[in-house]
């Protein structure tokens, strides 16, 4: 394409200058005319796809009209002739020639220059020297040579340098969109990965938030329904809930969502602790257990009810140290279960024994309640404090045959009583109850026949009945805790007492009189064998 520019540009110009000598008469116009013609069509073929050809016409038309020159004897001389134009060819050919045809250029016009005393009928001047001039063609030419191959070969070698060049910013490239490639995918990664746990944290938030709402409800179904709420948030087919029996022999499943756990619920399933199976594991060692595989696992107890398991992980049931039972976990998928999972689970089970705490607390606290709520209903006691108009307070009883009280005692709700009646005052009677058990009552009566209770004094009086309950059931619990404190601490007062001696007699006597110290108005006796007191 460069080589078809310089052949358009260079015979335009030379066009044009042979179009202006035309008009100062040039000596052979017939040489004139064909020089002008070869011009002119290499100029139109230097403008299509032909331009080599164009090439060709150019050089070789110019350099054979030197030659032409001398043949038919217009030429003042062969120096003349031949740089007038065969230099011009030599030199132009030697950019816009292939080397082969430069070379044939070259050595054409060299034998022609050789040759003219053959064929030239123009006179030799006496400056003209046949071999001078053709040593100066072939040593133009062999020079010309030199600086094209040269060229090219600088040419090559920038060429060869542009291509390793782009060789290396195509690497470069390719390295850093290789680079950017893997770190995209790690940030993909990373940001699943954020996603997932991002999506566990609010699966566990949700469970424990509908774990708290569901505490009311009777202890089996709580658990039903924790397990119920772990399947369904985070995508698990089987999970099961074990709790240890009273002997912490036996992990007892106490609650399960699939239809294989039901079976299992159905025949009381339970497993030997420390026995086969990862919950035997988990509940002997206190620590998770995972089975990524369960064809392959040798802890795993394959169970016919859950043939679908091909991966499980087990977690202890912590309460504080104290192992109560285990929180089981199975996946139908293989390799199910990361090392993350253990520890959104074990934040998990680590609710569930505090909830499972919690009830059994409370079924002990509701027991209690329950055995003073049948004792109260029954009227067994029935002392109490009344406050009199005087502003004194007495102990006092409940007043026998109130239909008000008895009726509050019974339905357990408040009961207002504006009108008198021939047997009562305007009266309120308030029943206090913690957690819905009966445990007293509170009775007012109006010294007005007349009294309207409003609703803000039965406001008031059912708003101090749930706070006495409340501080009631403190009391309480306070009462038996300083109680238990105080017998744990005489029982150690005392058996320290008994290590102190080795005597028989000494530890009989210590054991006689601390034990009568603690039991005030009692006769202690302690017999060991041989009938010695």
């Known amino acids: 394409f460069r080589k078809a520019q310089l052949l358009s540009i260079l015979t335009l110009i030379l066009t044009i200058l042979l179009f202006v000598a035309v008009l100062y008469g040039p000596r052979s116009l017939g040489i004139f005319g064909i020089l ?24 070789f038309s110019y350099t054979a009209i030197g030659f032409l020159t001398l043949y038919y004897g217009t030429a003042t001389s062969v120096e003349s002739a031949v740089s007038s134009t065969v230099f011009i060819a030599i030199i132009f050919s030697s950019v816009l020639l292939s080397r082969r045809s430069f070379i044939l250029l070259v050595g054409l016009a060299t034998l022609a220059t050789f040759s003219v005393p053959l064929y030239s009928k123009t006179p030799l001047a006496v400056t003209d020297s046949i071999g001078r001039t053709g040593g100066i063609v072939l040593v133009a030419g062999a020079i010309l040579y030199g600086i094209s191959v040269f060229r090219e070969n600088l040419e090559k070698e920038q060429i060869e340098e542009i291509k390793n060049t782009n060789r290396k910013l195509e690497d470069l490239a390719a390295n850093l969109e290789e680079r950017i490639n893997e770190r995209t995918q790690e940030l993909q990664q990373v940001t699943e990965q954020t996603q997932q746990r991002a999506s566990r944290l609010q699966a566990i938030s949700d469970i424990s938030q509908e774990i708290v709402s569901s505490i009311t409800q009777k202890p089996d179904e709580v658990l039903g329904r924790i397990t119920q709420i772990i399947s369904k948030k985070l995508g698990y087919y089987h999970v099961g809930i074990f709790l240890l029996d009273k002997d912490e022999e036996y992990a007892v499943l106490r609650a399960a969502n699939s239809r294989g756990g039901q079976k299992m619920l159905a025949r009381r399933h339970q497993l030997k602790v420390g026995g086969i199976g990862i919950v035997g594991y988990v509940t002997q060692s206190g620590r998770p257990r995972i089975a990524l595989d369960t ?89 109490g404090y009344s406050f009199q108009p005087d502003g004194s307070i007495i102990m006092t009883t409940l007043p026998q045959n109130n239909p008000q009280l008895d009726k509050a005692i019974a339905s357990g709700e408040t009961v207002v009583l504006s009108a008198p009646s021939k047997d009562s005052q305007p009266t309120i009677a308030v029943p206090v109850k913690f957690r819905d058990q009966l445990i007293g009552i509170i009775h007012i009566e109006s010294n007005e026949t007349n009294r309207n209770w409003t609703e803000d004094e039965v406001s008031l009086v059912q708003a101090i009945s749930d706070r006495a309950a409340l501080a009631l059931e403190n009391a309480r619990l306070l009462e038996d805790s300083q109680r238990r404190a105080a017998k744990e601490q005489a029982i150690g007062e005392i058996s320290t007492k008994l290590g102190a001696t080795a005597d028989i007699e000494a530890i009989l006597r210590t054991a006689v009189r601390e034990l009568g110290a603690q039991i005030s108005g009692t006769q202690v006796t302690v017999e060991i064998g041989g009938g010695k007191k």
């Not at 290499?42 to 299509?48: A, C, G, I, K």
């Not at 087990?314 to 504080?320: A, C, E, T």
């Not at 059994?360 to 004792?375: C, F, L, P, V």
């Open 295 to 383: 064809t392959t696992d040798a802890v795993f107890f394959n169970n016919p009810d859950l043939p679908e398991t091909r991966s499980e992980i087990s977690l202890p049931l912590k309460y504080g140290s104290t192992i109560i039972g285990a929180l089981d976990v199975q996946s139908s998928l293989p390799n199910a279960f990361k090392d993350e999972d253990v520890d959104t689970l074990s934040a998990l089970a680590n609710q569930i024994a505090i909830v499972i705490k919690n009830i059994q607390t409370a079924e002990d606290a509701k027991y209690g309640i329950s055995n003073r709520t049948i004792k109260f209903a029954q009227r067994d006691i029935q002392h």
């Open 36 to 59: 002008t013609v070869a011009t002119l069509a290499s100029y139109l073929v230097s403008r299509s796809i032909y331009y080599k050809f164009g090439a060709y016409i150019f050089t």
